[in-house]
């Protein structure tokens, strides 16, 4: 889609909120109830803004929630749109581009993901190393407009290293802060719990899940989650020489890595379970990007 339908879609968030915005997140597959952090909220169903798809697919709220969250102006994608669900690439990738244009630097992607790492366990969040992009298309594919960035962006560092040191920090505090909560609380000494794991997404079309010959392709080629998205807005924002910081929230183990079946049902439930964890790591992340 066209800078310019970018620059309307950018134009009209701006009229329903004029602050300047520091940060954008994008809320994962059972990952919606962080919206409900956000201060002073002006929400605008996307099907309001111009050129906006509209969300189809289960737990996904469909709507921009523009406030502050620990004194910071964000955007928070509550709901985001899947190549699966049957949109155009470009329609995936357009609220990206339209907070882009509206001059956000910092965007915070988040997503549930199936684990192809037998150390992580359901429940488990993961920051985002570096990706591999599997889904089968690339969101700069066509005509390039430079005003979006260049035609051969670099990917080298896609998840940016200081948002990723960040995260880490951040996790640890919070690590530490349980143990001497429960610490005091027992009288005993406590084991650091780690809150943050590190590795590598891997994007797919979906909307199946992976059979378990594929898993155990993927985790030869070094892939420790897997899912149906964050690696086409990812590309986008980095286009547009946006930093990123990308978390899974590991709800279910990869096909074939337990003899369990996957469900949808078991996604958004891990995800709920999980939402206090990443509320609380996305609180102290935030102030943090530059
Ligand atoms: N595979 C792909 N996508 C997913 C999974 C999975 O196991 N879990 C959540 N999203």
Known sequence: MSYEKAV??????????????KVALVLGSGLGAFADEVENAVKIP?????HFARSTVEGHAGQLILGEVEGVSVAVQQGRFHYYEGYDIQQVIFPIRSLGVLGVKSLILTNAAGSVDTDFK????????????????????????????????????????????????????????????????TGKKQELHRILRRGVYC??????YETPAEIRML??????????????????????????????????????????????????ETGAKVAATLKELLRRIIPKLN
Request: charged share 25%; proline share 5%; with cysteine.
């Open 219 to 268: 985790r030869l080629l070094g892939v420790d989650a897997v899912g149906m998205s964050t690696v086409p807005e990812a590309i986008t924002a980095r286009q547009m020489s946006i930093k990123v910081l990308g978390i899974s929230c590991i709800t279910n183990m990869a096909a074939g890595i337990t003899e369990e079946p996957i469900h949808h049902e078991e996604v958004m």
């Open 46 to 50: 996307y099907e309001d803004i111009p």
């Open 203 to 208: 994007g797919l079309p979906g909307p199946s």
């Open 122 to 185: 359901q429940g488990t969040l993961m920051l985002i190393r570096d990706h591999i992009n599997l889904i089968g298309v690339n969101p700069l594919r066509g005509k390039n407009d430079e005003q979006f960035g260049e035609r051969f962006p670099d990917m080298t560092e896609v998840y940016s290293l200081e948002y990723q040191d960040v995260a880490i920090t951040a996790a640890k505090q919070m690590a530490l802060e349980k143990a001497k909560v429960d610490e005091e609380r």
């Open 8 to 21: 309307e879609a950018a134009r009209f968030i701006k009229s329903k909120y004029e602050k300047e915005i």
